[in-house]
C-alpha cells in the first residue's frame, strides 16, 4: 500500500468510527435527558447493536494493520501519535468477543436504567443484582486483555493512564493524614451560618437566572452548547462546536444548580476548546478523567468559590430572590458557600470534606474488585464507613449507595479521578495566578480570560499530549499534591480563623 | 433454505433496519430540539453515513431475495402484508445509486439548516438555492424509479398510496366550489371578537397550565411520551412506547400552543396505540400521511374545539390568566377559537379557511413540478395566489413562504394529505357520535374513551391495512369528502348565524 492509501484507509476507518461514536453519543445524551422510560428496552436493544457495530470497526483485523503501520512509520508526529492512541484502545477490547461486548452494552443499560428505578423506590435491592452484574462483567471482559496488571490497577489506569493502586494509595494517604486532622479542627471551629441557603427559592426563577445571568456570564453559548436538566447532572460531547450539559433545581437548595452548572460547563469548555484539526479523532477529547475533572472542579471551586467571582454575581442573585439574600451581606454568602461540614451527598460537598468522599468510594471500589467488600448489603456498608470518615449516617439509600450514576454503567476506578482532578486544578491555579489577575478577571466579568488561560495551557492540546505532560508545559513541573493540601488548608483556616 | 432459516434472516434484516431508523429519528429529534447549530455540519455528514447504511440494507441483494420470496410464499398474512410493504419501498429506491442517495440526505439536511437561518433572518434568498436544489434532487431520485407516472403524482402516492393528482384535483375542485363561496357569506357576517385571545399571557403560566392540565386531560403520559418545545412543532416516534411531540409558546397567542399541543399528541397516540406485535416493522407506523393527519387533526378539532372540551378545561385557563378570560365567558371562549378570519400562517388557521391554505400548497407544488412556478420569486408567487383565495399578504417572508418546514427537506406531495386528513377526520366523527356520547366523554374528563374508540378502529391496525379498508371497516363505506363539507358548513353556519 503506498502511504496515500493507508492514510485513506486511515481516515475512512476513523470517519465511520466517529460516526458510530456520533450516534452512540447522541442517543444516550437523549436516553439521559429526556427518552421515555417505557422505550427503553426497545432502543437500549438497538443501541447495543450499534455499540457492537463500533466494536466491530474498532477491532477490524486490516484497519488494525493499518493503525499499527501508521503509529511506526507515519510522518506526522500528531498521526503516529493519534495511531498509537487507537492502538492503546483497540488492544483493551480486541480479545473480548463481540457476543460479550455487545451483552455487555445491553446489561449496562439495563443497570442504569434500575438504578433510576431503585433512586425513585429508594431501594437498594432493586438495584443491588445490577451492580453486582456489572462487577462479574468487568471482571469477565477484563480478563480478555493481555495484561498481567491487578484487575483494579487496569480499570484505574483506564481513566487515569498512568495511575494505579500505589500511587492512589500514596496520594489519598497524604489526604487522610494531612486533611483528616485538619477536617476536626474545622469541625470543633464556630460553625458557619449557611442556613439562608435552604430557604425556599422558585425553581423557575433559578432557572432564569441561570439562562439570563449565569451562563452568559460563563459564556457559555448556545451555538455551541446546550443546557438540559437531569436527575445527575452531566456533560457529553459529539464534537467541538457541540458540547450538552446538565443541571438539577432544588427549591430548597439554590447554590445547587449554580455550582453544577459552573462545573458541567467547565467540562464543556475543556471540549469546546480543542484544536478543531483534531475533531472526529481519538485525540479530540480531554486527555484523561483526573484532566477533565481538574476543568470543570478548577471553574467550580476555584473559580466560582471565590469571593471575586461573586462580586461579579451577588447583586443580581439577591435581586432575583430579595426574600432570602436582601439581609445578607456579599461577605456572608461567600463563607456560607464555602462552609464545610459533614454531609452525605458527593455533589454537594464542599471543597474540603469532598476528598473524603472520594477517599470513601475508592476504598469501596478497592473492597469490591478484592473480595473484601461485597455487593450484598452495601448500603450498610457504605453507611459503617460514612460513619468512619465523615460521622455520618444516610437514613435514605438515594442518600447514600444509591446517590451516584458511576457504578451502574461501570465505570469502576473513575472515582478516583475527581479527586485527583481537584488536586490537579490546584497546581494550574497556582501557575495561573502567577502569570494574570485572576481576581480582576472575575469581577470584571471576564470570566473569558481564566478560560482563555486553560486554553493555551490545557484544553487546546485535547489527548495530543498526557496528563503529565501537559501538567509539566502549564505548570513548569510534576504533579505536586501539595499545591492542593496547602490550598484547602489556607483557604479553610482563613475562613474558620484556625491559626495553624 | 428453509422456511425457518428464511424467516430468521429476515427477521436479522428487519432488526438491523430497525436500528438504523432508531438512530436517525433520535438524532434528528435531537437536531431539531437542542442540537447547537455550530455542530451542525459535522452531525449532518455522520447523519448522511448513517442514512447510506440504512439504505445498504434496505437494498442489500439478498435481503430483497427474502422479503420477494416472503410476500408470495409467508403463510402468515400479517408477514405477507409485511412483506409486500417492505419489497414496495424497497422498490422506490433500489436503483438510487447509494452515493447520490447519501449526497441527498446531506443536502436535505442542508437544506434544512438554511431554512431555519432564512426564517431568523427573515430573507427568501438564504433559502431559494436549498429549494432549487431539494427540487432538482427530488427529480433526480425519482428519475431511478421504475415507474411511468407522472413526477407529482408519484410524490403524492408515496404519501397517500393511492391518490393522485386527479383525484386530488376533484377533491380540491370540490373544496373550492362549495367552500369557497360560503368563506365568502362568513367573512360577509358578524366577525366574533377574538381579540382577547391575543392578550398577553405569561408563558411560563402557559406551559404550566400545559403541564398540569392539558397533557394530563389528554392522558399524554411521560412515561412513554415527551413534549419539547420547537419553533415549528411535530411529532417523531421510535417504538410505541417511545413517541415525541414539541410545541411552542407565544406571549400574545396563549390557544397556539394549546391547539398544537393537542394536535401533536393525537399524531402520539396514533404511534402508541399500534398493536406491539408489529415494533420494529413497517407495518408499526401509521399507515399514510392523510390518516396521521386526520388523527392529529380529529383531537385538535374534531374535540379540541369543540364546546364539551372546554365544558371541562376553560375554568383552569380562566384561573390560569384571570386577567385575561375573568369576564369572558365559556361560550364567548368557544365562538373565538373558532372565529374563521382570512389568515396568513396555516397552523393557526381556523378549520374552515384551513383547506384553503392546503389548497394553495397544492397548487404551487403542482406549478413547481410542472414548470409553471419557479423557485424565483417564490415569495412573490406564493403572496399573489394568497390573494387570490384569501385576500391576504404576507409583509414577512416568515409569515408567507418561509412559514413551513416541509419543503426544506423535500416533503413534496405530503401537503395535501393535511386537508384529505381533515376530511377522514369528519367521517371518522360521524361513526363515533353514532357509537358513543362525545359530548359526555369530553364534558366528563373521559377524552380516553375517544381515543379507545380510535385505537379499536384506526390505531391499533398501524400499517396492517390501506387507509381505504381502514375506512371501511371503521365507518362502514369508503371516503366521502361530503362528510367533511357538511360537517364545516353545519358548524360555520351555527357560529355565524346563516341560514343555508
Not at 500500500?1 to 475512512?12: G, I, P, R, V
Not at 480543542?274 to 475533572?293: A, N, Q, R, W
Not at 461577605?331 to 451527598?345: D, G, H, T, V
Not at 471500589?365 to 461485597?374: A, P, Q, V, Y
Request: charged letters at 25%; a negative charge.
Amino acid at each position: 500500500m503506498t502511504s496515500e492509501e493507508l492514510l485513506k484507509q486511515y481516515n475512512d476507518w476513523k470517519f465511520r468510527l466517529s460516526v458510530y461514536e456520533m450516534a452512540l453519543s447522541i442517543i444516550e445524551i437523549d436516553k439521559l435527558t429526556v427518552a421515555p422510560v417505557a422505550g427503553a428496552s426497545y432502543r437500549d436493544e438497538r443501541t447495543a447493536f450499534l455499540a457492537g457495530e463500533h466494536f466491530s470497526i474498532m477491532t477490524d483485523e486490516a484497519s488494525l494493520n493499518v493503525v499499527k503501520e501508521l503509529k511506526e512509520s507515519a510522518e506526522d508526529p500528531d498521526i503516529r501519535k493519534e495511531a498509537e492512541t487507537y492502538y492503546r484502545e483497540i488492544m483493551k477490547i480486541v480479545s473480548i468477543p463481540k457476543e460479550d461486548y455487545v451483552a455487555f452494552q445491553r446489561a449496562r443499560d439495563a443497570s442504569y436504567d434500575a438504578w433510576v428505578a431503585a433512586r425513585e423506590a429508594d431501594d437498594y435491592s432493586i438495584y443491588e443484582p445490577h451492580l453486582k452484574s456489572m462487577i462479574e462483567w468487568s471482571r469477565k471482559l477484563y480478563r480478555y486483555r493481555d495484561c498481567n496488571l491487578p484487575l483494579y490497577d487496569q480499570m484505574l489506569d483506564d481513566f487515569e493512564p498512568g495511575m494505579n493502586t500505589a500511587a492512589y494509595d500514596r496520594f489519598f494517604e497524604s489526604i487522610k493524614e494531612k486533611l483528616l486532622p485538619f477536617i476536626q479542627k474545622v469541625i470543633e471551629a464556630k460553625p458557619i451560618d449557611e442556613s439562608f441557603l435552604y430557604e425556599s427559592c422558585d425553581t423557575a426563577k433559578q432557572k432564569a437566572w441561570t439562562k439570563q445571568i449565569l451562563l452568559p456570564y460563563l459564556r457559555f453559548d448556545k451555538d455551541w452548547g446546550f443546557q438540559n436538566e437531569t436527575e445527575h447532572p452531566f456533560t457529553s460531547w459529539t464534537c467541538e462546536n457541540d458540547c450538552r450539559t446538565t443541571t438539577r433545581y432544588f427549591e430548597n437548595n439554590v447554590t445547587s444548580s449554580v455550582f453544577s452548572t459552573i462545573h458541567e460547563t467547565g467540562h464543556a469548555w475543556y471540549e469546546h476548546n480543542i484544536s478543531p484539526k483534531y475533531d472526529g479523532t481519538i485525540l479530540s477529547t480531554g486527555v484523561s478523567s483526573g484532566m477533565h475533572e481538574s476543568q470543570s472542579r478548577f471553574c467550580e471551586n476555584y473559580l466560582g468559590r471565590s469571593l471575586p467571582f461573586w462580586q461579579a454575581n451577588y447583586r443580581s442573585l439577591q435581586e432575583t430572590f430579595p426574600d432570602v439574600f436582601e439581609n445578607i451581606s456579599l461577605e456572608q454568602f461567600y463563607r456560607a458557600i464555602n462552609a464545610s461540614k459533614r454531609s452525605l451527598i458527593r455533589t454537594e460537598a464542599d471543597e474540603l470534606t469532598y476528598p473524603i468522599h472520594i477517599l470513601i468510594r475508592y476504598e469501596i471500589e478497592k473492597g469490591l474488585f478484592s473480595g473484601s467488600i461485597s455487593t450484598e448489603h452495601l448500603d450498610e456498608t457504605w453507611n459503617e464507613i460514612y460513619q468512619k470518615y465523615l460521622g455520618v449516617h444516610a437514613d435514605r439509600a438515594s442518600d447514600g449507595i444509591l446517590q451516584d450514576v458511576h457504578w451502574s454503567d461501570a465505570s469502576f476506578g473513575y472515582f478516583p479521578t475527581y479527586a485527583l482532578g481537584s488536586a490537579f486544578a490546584a497546581q494550574f491555579f497556582h501557575a495561573m495566578k502567577q502569570q494574570m489577575d485572576v481576581d480582576a478577571a472575575l469581577r470584571e466579568n471576564r470570566y473569558i480570560d481564566c478560560i482563555y488561560w486553560l486554553k493555551d495551557h490545557i484544553h487546546q492540546y485535547g489527548a495530543r499530549y498526557s496528563a503529565d505532560e501537559i501538567m509539566v508545559m502549564a505548570t513548569g513541573e510534576p504533579f505536586n499534591p501539595n499545591y492542593y493540601l496547602d490550598y484547602l488548608i489556607e483557604k479553610y483556616s482563613r475562613l474558620y480563623s484556625i491559626s495553624l
